[in-house]
């Protein structure tokens, strides 16, 4: 075989392989098959005049698909499961770092929807929770505009999905404050905390900056997908935990 004809023949294999990696980068990661499909039924009354309107899509987290209203004011986030099962990586992970692998798509899907009813019946204030969706009930269909493929309109009926109000990252939204409204906003994250630890809730993802942000002037938890009931106790070490992290972001920008 000449040189040639093996240049060209690893040029074909690269880009058989590369292929769903540009899909992905393309499609920014969606897919209609990866989205959490609900179990039973239950009468809702779900919120159509607010998906009557087109939702743009955002990217996806480590638990949904994540789309924009049109106004600008609300968040719809799809459910979606992915557990890695390509061999390579469980031998990675388990021989050479010594890590379990992931937890069993049952067992993940049942930690998100606990933590999603924990939220909706403890936490909607605090998690600008305006409408959770997780057993199959006639919600009608949305507008989804997706990269690469225009719009669609996707039956939410079956959909695992929750509409939360659009609330700003937390440390762009304290940088564009000044002294008086950033103090405000920090009462304001303090008092969130203060009534999440007394409702004995804790977040199990230390991410601060994914986790939270601002409508307004008014703190509130973007992603509750962590959530778990605990001891009043631990839910105090939880709000302490965020406490430091924030105060430290703080005295590293040299924010007042």
Not at 88 to 113: D, N, T, W
Not at 223 to 228: L, P, Q, R, T, V
Request: some cysteine; overall charge positive.
């Amino acid at each position: 075989m000449s040189v040639s004809l093996c240049a060209k023949l690893v040029l074909v294999v690269s880009c058989v392989f590369s292929l769903p990696a540009a899909w992905k980068e393309v499609s920014k990661g969606f897919r209609f098959e990866k989205l959490l499909v609900v179990k039973g039924k239950r009468a809702v009354l779900a919120p159509r005049e607010l998906l009557r309107q087109e939702f743009h899509y955002l990217g996806q987290g480590t638990q949904s698909y994540v789309f924009e209203s049109g106004d600008g004011k609300y968040v719809l986030k799809l459910f979606r499961f992915e557990q890695a099962t390509n061999p390579i990586y469980c031998f990675v992970r388990m021989r050479l770092r010594g890590k379990p692998l992931r937890l069993s798509r049952q067992a993940q899907v049942e930690r998100l929807f606990s933590a999603c009813r924990i939220a909706d019946q403890l936490a909607r204030e605090e998690t600008a929770l305006l409408f959770l969706h997780l057993e199959e009930s006639e919600v009608g269909t949305v507008r989804l505009h997706l990269p690469f493929r225009g719009t669609v309109e996707l039956c939410l009926d079956r959909c695992c999905f929750v509409l939360q109000e659009k609330g700003e990252r937390i440390f762009p939204s304290l940088l564009a404050s000044n002294l008086e409204e950033r103090g405000r906003k920090l009462d304001s994250f303090q008092t969130l905390l203060q009534k999440r630890a007394v409702k004995g809730i804790t977040n199990l993802d230390s991410d601060l900056h994914r986790n939270f942000g601002f409508i307004g002037e008014r703190a509130i938890e973007i992603d509750f997908g962590a959530y778990e009931m605990v001891s009043r106790e631990e839910a105090e070490k939880n709000q302490l935990h965020f406490t430091k992290k924030l105060q430290a972001w703080l005295d590293e920008n040299r924010v007042e």
